[in-house]
């Protein structure tokens, strides 16, 4: 993400660039040598002030509504994507919940053999099992132990609501012993060693809330499926960035325990068609009026 794609009046621009030289300040003091913001992980969105708890499932009195223009002021992309008017004209809800600090990590720049890492964003798709809120309140408690820690950087409830969980140059614990098959091979980073290796350092992790039928449920069954603003949400988040298509991947695709299945009953001929309606490849630079 070399490039801002969208021009900008100059005050904004100063402002825009003086915000984000300050944060990689702050990024670079807390990582120390050994660890670094990946560019392609800076956030996909510089949320406005929103609300900080989900009181329900579908909780729009406590969402904070904001404009499209503010978000593209806020957008950090390579220019291998342009969005459409059909990503412009549709408008999620969502806010913010805060989670324990246990719950999620830094990125790493090295493994623990030393080796310099260069792998490029994936996102890995899950669901809830469980209600938002259940998800939501899990990720809140404290968890002292490796095997308890979990969390998704974003999660999408039935109504189409994104919820943002985990800052996007931070790793979240999405996958346990995991791999990510990819054109160059076999994926997969050990920072632990005491853990085994898993795609967490390289992926980005957004959940789908599982639908009522699809909870308390074995963890291999189908249910009704995802509603269309829970695939409207995700394609419009993932236009956003500069994740190509082949790097869209699913739990039970990089999870090597064998225990785990989700997204269950995920159709990604409807995900893909509506992401592309959102996003086009593009060369060189663009600008959206």
Request: glycine content about 4%.
């Amino acid at each position: 993400m070399k490039a801002n794609i969208f021009r900008f009046h100059k005050p904004i621009i100063i402002t825009f660039f003086a915000v984000l030289l300050f944060l990689l300040i702050i990024v670079t003091d807390q990582l120390g040598h050994n660890r670094q913001l990946n560019a392609e992980f800076r956030p996909l969105i510089n949320l406005p002030k929103v609300s900080d708890n989900l009181a329900q499932d579908n909780a729009d009195s406590s969402i904070e509504k904001t404009s499209t223009q503010s978000i593209k002021a806020s957008l950090v992309s390579n220019q291998t994507y342009q969005t459409t008017k059909a990503f412009e004209e549709y408008q999620p809800q969502y806010f913010r919940a805060t989670i324990d600090s246990s719950n999620y990590g830094d990125r790493y720049s090295t493994d623990i053999h030393g080796r310099t890492l260069n792998n490029q964003p994936i996102v890995v798709l899950h669901e809830t099992v469980g209600s938002a809120t259940s998800a939501i309140n899990t990720f809140k408690t404290h968890h002292s132990s490796d095997s308890n820690q979990s969390s998704y950087h974003a999660l999408i409830t039935l109504n189409g609501t994104i919820v943002y969980l985990v800052p996007s140059d931070k790793r979240a614990y999405g996958a346990g012993n995991s791999i990510f098959k990819s054109s160059w091979g076999v994926e997969t980073v050990q920072t632990n060693p005491h853990l085994p290796a898993s795609v967490n350092n390289f992926a980005y992790h957004i959940s789908l809330e599982t639908p009522p039928d699809g909870r308390n449920k074995p963890g291999n069954s189908y249910h009704s499926g995802y509603t269309d603003n829970q695939y409207k949400s995700l394609a419009w988040l993932l236009a956003l960035s500069s994740i190509p298509d082949e790097r869209i991947t699913t739990h039970r695709e990089v999870d090597l325990s064998g225990h785990r299945f989700d997204p269950r009953s995920f159709d990604f001929d409807e995900f893909f068609r509506v992401l592309h309606t959102y996003r086009q490849p593009t060369v060189g630079k663009v600008s959206i009026q």
